[in-house]
């Protein structure tokens, strides 16, 4: 085969077979294929797009690239979430002790932040002594002795997609649903998870900001998993507005607690308990996501999710009295407050700004080599749709620097819209896929 006139066939829009996305994907990953032709090959993809076929092709091709998890060690039907992305998006530490605490093995390999959002794994680490580095054996032996296990992804977990996504990333290639796809399922399935929910979000904070391209990605990814033999739903999120009220690592894991409490946001609550109800049905606990809701809400309420995570955080070296008391939890000292200048209804609030608000004061990183200060950040008094007298606040910064909590207000003006008239708030499940 000739990198040439894979190009070349692509560029007339005829569709790729197996052997020849594998070689394309062996060939970039192993250095036989120069960048200069994975770009034009990327870009004739951007251009033709894939069929269902070829965008799952690819997805194994890249998936196969490295490490495929084996979890058939776990008992019983191992479920995963996975977010496309967002800010404030703290599901993963209030759903993962709500499916685990009923007895639903839930492996999880999650990512760090990067840019304007937020990564599981830099959340937990900001609770004292919480360890993300897990090997395989222990892994399995934690999910088989307490049901839960958060673990960082392996540098080798489809290093394929690695590879070709930086390049997509200065390519102007990273827009293309095959190729959005194709990524994240690459990763999902060689997380060796049985069954998957995803929560593919929109809005102006996230990748897909309009509803239709949100609902394709959805059900491209749901076709690919089904191919591949996976249990998998998809639940289309709202991403207008930040998930909750608080971004910033501590003080995300601090409202996830609150949540465990029966004491949280309510539009948070009602998406992390609508995703850990349809992890109960895919794990074959409840027949419908109905009778998964009552499970889910009574796990809550009787305290055994939040007796899961204290029991989880232990596991993996985290000091637990800072999840039984999570006022401990570390909080940027430098504490100021945005202020309104006029009455009015909170309108619009440009959620991507919101996170870099949050990035510029050290809780996000802009190249992989930053470091996380994981106390500081924002919490959000007013959202969507709620009313501001001049002079209230309608933001906090928590910072452990006056210049860059004076950047980060900037920003925060920036982000906010006020309007006369009120709005109704975001953060709804818009779809589900199945
Ligand atoms: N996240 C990924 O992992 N890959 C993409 O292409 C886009 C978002």
């Known amino acids: 085969m000739v990198m040439y006139d894979l190009i070349e066939k692509k560029k007339k829009g005829l569709a790729l077979d197996k052997e020849e996305i594998e070689y394309v994907v062996n060939g970039y990953t192993k250095g036989e294929i120069p960048d200069y032709q994975m770009s034009a090959f990327l870009m004739t993809v951007w251009f033709q797009g894939m069929n269902k076929e070829e965008t799952y092709e690819l997805t194994m091709s890249m998936m196969r ?57 830099d959340k937990l680490e900001s609770i004292p002594g919480f360890k993300t580095s897990v090997d395989s054996e222990a892994f399995v032996d934690q ?51 049985d069954a998957i929910v995803l929560d593919v979000k929109c809005g102006n904070g996230a990748f897909m900001k309009d509803e239709e391209s949100a ?10 998993g089904k191919s591949a033999g996976k249990n998998i739903t998809a639940l289309v999120t709202d991403m207008n507005e930040p998930l909750g009220r608080y971004v910033g690592n501590s003080l995300e894991v601090y409202e996830a607690i609150m949540c465990l409490r029966g004491e949280g946001d309510e539009r948070l609550m009602e998406v992390s308990k609508s995703l850990a109800a349809h992890m109960v049905v ?11 809701l009552v499970m889910v809400e009574e796990t809550v309420n009787n305290g055994s999710a939040m007796k899961k995570l204290v029991e989880f955080v232990t596991m993996q070296g985290g000091d637990a009295g800072y999840i039984i008391d999570p006022s401990l939890l570390p909080k940027g000292e430098i504490v100021v407050e945005y202020r309104a200048k006029q009455n009015g209804f909170i309108e619009k609030i440009q959620t ?44 906090t910064i928590y910072a452990s620097d006056m210049k860059k909590a004076e950047e980060s207000l900037i920003i925060l003006e920036e982000a906010y819209t006020l309007a006369n008239k009120k709005i109704d708030g975001t953060n709804k499940i818009i779809k589900c896929v199945i």
Not at 90 to 114: E, H, Y
Not at 168 to 179: E, G, I, K, Q
Not at 215 to 224: D, G, H, T
């Open 65 to 121: 690239s490295g490490d495929v998890l084996d979890l058939s060690n776990i008992n019983g039907v191992k479920v995963d979430k996975h977010s496309t992305g967002g800010v404030g998006d703290k599901t993963t530490l209030i759903l993962g002790p709500i499916v685990a605490s009923l007895g639903i093995p839930v492996a999880k390999l999650s990512g760090r932040g990067l840019g304007h959002t937020g990564g599981t794994i």
């Open 215 to 224: 609902i394709s990605l959805a059900k491209e990814m749901v076709e690919i």
């Open 282 to 292: 895919l794990a074959g606990k409840a027949k419908n996501v109905t009778e998964a």
């Open 143 to 193: 999910i088989n002795s307490i049901y839960m296990a958060v673990a960082g992804q392996t540098a080798n977990l489809a290093p394929a997609d690695k590879k070709i996504y930086a390049l997509r990333d200065v390519t102007a290639t990273v827009d293309n649903l095959s190729l959005i796809a194709s990524s994240i399922m690459s990763k999902k399935l060689a997380s060796g998870a």
């Open 352 to 395: 991507e700004l919101v996170g870099k608000a949050c990035l510029c004061l050290g809780g996000g990183r802009r190249t992989k080599e930053d470091v996380i200060d994981p106390g500081v950040g924002l919490y959000l008094n007013k959202k969507i749709g709620e009313y501001v007298e001049a002079g209230q606040t309608i933001a």
